[in-house]
Each structure stands twice: as C-alpha cells, then as structure tokens.
C-alpha cells in the first residue's frame, strides 16, 4: 500500500464532488488529493456544518470542528433550501442548483457520497440524462441487520444500477454491496482513513499535551487508562462500558470518557460507584485535542452495539498512534483492522460479560508485540491507499 507521501499514478480528469458537508475526515482528504494525484478536483457542499457553529443531536452541543477544512482544494457550497437543515431527514439535503452548478463545472465524472436525501436523488435523475459518470462512496454494512424487505432491496439495488463504478472502504462494506447487486468489476477498495499528520505518534506536542493531561488527572505513571471518546448515547454503549470496568475493578487503571451527549448525566451518576480518581469524564474535545487523549490511553474501547457504526474512524485514529483497541463485532472496521489477539479484541455487541472477560484479557496482555503488528495493518489505511482506489474507479468510467 503506498504511503502518504507517495504519489499515485492516474487519470487527469475533473473530478465533481458531492459531499453533505465539510467533515474532519474528508477535508484533509481532499486537500491531499489536489496535492498529489492528476484529479482536478472540485467539492460541491450542500451544508455549511463543521465550519459554521451549529448543534450536533448526538452529541447535543454546539460546535465548528477546530481544523482547516476547506483550504487547498477547490469547493464552493451550493444553497440549501431546507427549512430545517441537516443529515437526520430526507428533506435535510435540498439544493435544486446542485445540477446547474456541476454541469457549469464541466467534470468528466462526479463522486457522491450517500443517496439518502432529496437532492441526491435529484442529481441522480440529472447525471443519467447528461450521461455523466457516477461513482459511490459510501460504508453501510448489513452486520446483525434484520433481512430487508423486497421493496427496500430492490429500491437500494436499482440506486446503486445509477453508479458507474462503487468505492468500498473496507470487507463489510464490500459484502454490502454486493448483496444489492454491484458485480465485482465495478468495485474499487478506497480503504477510510484519516490524517495522519494530525494523528501522529512522534510530535513532541501531542505528547508534551498528553503528560500535561495524566498530570492533571492525577494519574500515576504506572496507571493503565482505558479510553472511551465519542458520543455519549445508548447506541455507544458508554454506561456498558462503565459496568464492566467496576465489575472488573482492575488494579492501577483508570477508565477516561471523552464525549457528550444524551447519557451524560446518567453516567456521571454510575461512576460514584467507582473508587475516587479511577473515572474521569472529561468534555467533548475538538480534533485538534484528540491525538493527546490516545496517547493517554493504554486501550481504546468502542462497544458499540447500534447497527449505525458504519466503521469507527476512531479505531483508525487510536491505531495510527500505537493504541490497541477493543470493539464490539458490530463496528464496521473491525473485520479489517480488530484482529484477536493479534491488533486488539473482539466481543460481542451486547454480551456485557464477554465485554468483561474481553477487558480482562487486552489488560492481561504485553503491549509491545501488539504495537509492531498495529503499525503494520493501519499502514495500509492512508490517504494514499484511497486515492489509489479513487483513482482505478476514475480510470474504470472515463475509459474511452
């Protein structure tokens, strides 16, 4: 797999891209592309959250991600209409100058990221008639999903008919798309990653930030700290978590929540059952502050147990800064980067005693092997990886 500071052969070609809204992810992404590949590329945004301040349901506060999400690559945002903007209804995407805007472009293909809302079907319809090529991105998995009805199979099948060509970002991905019918040919692995000159391990300031951060916690140098960051909601599992570690009660660790969200209250009431100092649940933290909560944490746990944790980006953070992670079967990476034993663990969604003897097992094991052999499977999970992959799709639907 090439590395981020590679540069991968490929198509000129004007890449139109359609994405919701400026994302923590994807920006840098984009960035990375218009430095290092042939694709002239061009972002169409269709929201303005992540650079404007605006309130997240989830994690139910207001914020604008504290990394530069637009600089180094041509985008614009085209005009929603929505009277209630977002991504939580069909009607949340409505942009009818999307199609105009594109074709004043003049791309020679465009990448859409989803098709859930009012203006992604539009530009379908659009695209069709223009005969511009279409390539899907997109992570949804069907892992303990209840079978689809006929009519939503058929439904999702004929969306992804619309699609010249379909990324996938990893193997549950992929098994989900070729349940809907995307014959192999038309698939291009384009793995999910994230930036990894944010999310490096040798910057002197991530870690001069994460030993401020053990002192003023008050945690001992030998202390293990168990991480949990992301939203705090019934579908994360974070008061399960809490459970199995005051059922566990492991000597010299700390458990360390990083988040908001619906549950916060109800699990700073369950952890004054735990002794003093050894849970500490800490803000929401921006992306800048993120890599100095991994460098803190021994082990990074994500036990999701809703079907909507499409990947957990988090384990890619977590990884390429040398933490070992723990997942429920349900989070949509684990397949590709949790192996047992050997890059972390792995228990089932919703078994809070194998989430216990899980536990009890990442506490029981030497770190370093583990670390050699997370370094080696997140190598593969870059900006560099993805681009490949982009690019082969490019190449398959603007092949003359």
Same mark, same amino acid.
């Given at each position: 797999m090439p590395a981020d500071n590679a540069i991968p052969s490929g198509p000129r070609c004007r890449l139109a891209v359609v994405l919701s809204h400026p994302t923590q992810y994807y920006s840098p992404w984009f960035r990375w592309l218009a430095a290092h590949t042939a694709l002239e590329l061009r972002v169409f945004y269709l929201w303005d959250f992540g650079v404007t301040a605006r309130t997240d349901p989830r994690f139910g506060t207001t914020f604008a991600w504290d990394v530069d999400l637009l600089s180094g690559y041509a985008h614009e945002f085209v005009p929603n209409r929505s009277r209630r903007?977002?991504?939580e209804h069909f009607g949340g995407l409505d942009n009818p100058e999307l199609a105009a805007r594109v074709a004043a472009w003049r791309p020679d293909a465009a990448l859409v990221f989803g098709y859930r809302y009012r203006t992604h079907l539009g530009f379908l319809a659009w695209a069709r008639r223009q005969r511009l090529p279409l390539i899907f991105r997109g992570d949804s998995h069907l892992i303990d999903q209840p079978p689809l009805g006929l009519l939503k199979r058929w439904m999702l099948a004929w969306v992804f008919r619309q699609f010249a060509a379909v990324t996938f970002v990893g193997q549950a991905n992929r098994d989900y798309f070729r349940t809907f019918g995307v014959p192999e040919g038309k698939l291009h692995f384009a793995p999910?990653?994230?930036?990894? /000159?944010? $999310?490096? /391990?040798?910057? =002197?300031?991530?870690?001069?930030?994460?030993?401020? !951060?053990?002192? &003023?916690?008050?945690?001992? +140098?030998?202390?293990?700290? #168990?991480? $949990?960051?992301?939203?705090?909601?019934?579908?994360?599992?974070?008061?399960?978590?809490?459970?199995?570690?005051?059922? =566990?009660?492991?000597?010299?660790? /700390?458990?360390? $929540?990083?988040?908001?969200?619906? &549950?916060?209250?109800?699990?700073? &009431?369950? *952890?004054?059952? *735990? +002794? +003093?100092?050894?849970?500490?649940?800490? +803000?929401?933290?921006?992306?800048?502050? #993120?890599?100095?909560?991994?460098? !803190?944490a021994d082990l990074f746990v994500l036990p999701s147990l809703g079907l909507y944790e499409t990947w957990g980006l988090a384990v890619n953070e977590a990884m390429h800064l040398g933490v070992p992670c723990l997942v429920s079967h349900r989070v949509g990476c684990q397949r590709d980067l949790v192996t047992e034993g050997e890059t972390g663990w792995v228990f089932r969604a919703g078994d809070h005693a194998h989430l216990q003897s899980q536990l009890a097992a990442a506490l029981a094991a030497d770190p370093a092997p583990l670390r050699s052999r997370i370094a080696g499977r997140i190598a593969g999970y870059t900006y560099a990886s993805a681009a490949a992959g982009l690019q082969a799709a490019v190449a398959a639907v603007t092949r003359a």
């Open positions: 903007p977002g991504t999910h990653a994230v930036d990894t /000159s944010l $999310f490096d /391990s040798t910057r =002197l300031d991530h870690r001069t930030a994460a030993a401020a !951060l053990r002192t &003023e916690l008050g945690l001992a +140098p030998a202390t293990r700290v #168990m991480l $949990f960051a992301g939203k705090f909601h019934p579908e994360k599992q974070p008061r399960a978590l809490l459970a199995a570690f005051l059922a =566990l009660a492991p000597r010299d660790t /700390s458990l360390v $929540f990083v988040g908001d969200g619906a &549950e916060k209250a109800a699990l700073i &009431e369950a *952890a004054q059952a *735990a +002794p +003093p100092g050894t849970v500490h649940i800490l +803000p929401f933290a921006n992306q800048s502050a #993120m890599p100095a909560r991994y460098l !803190l």
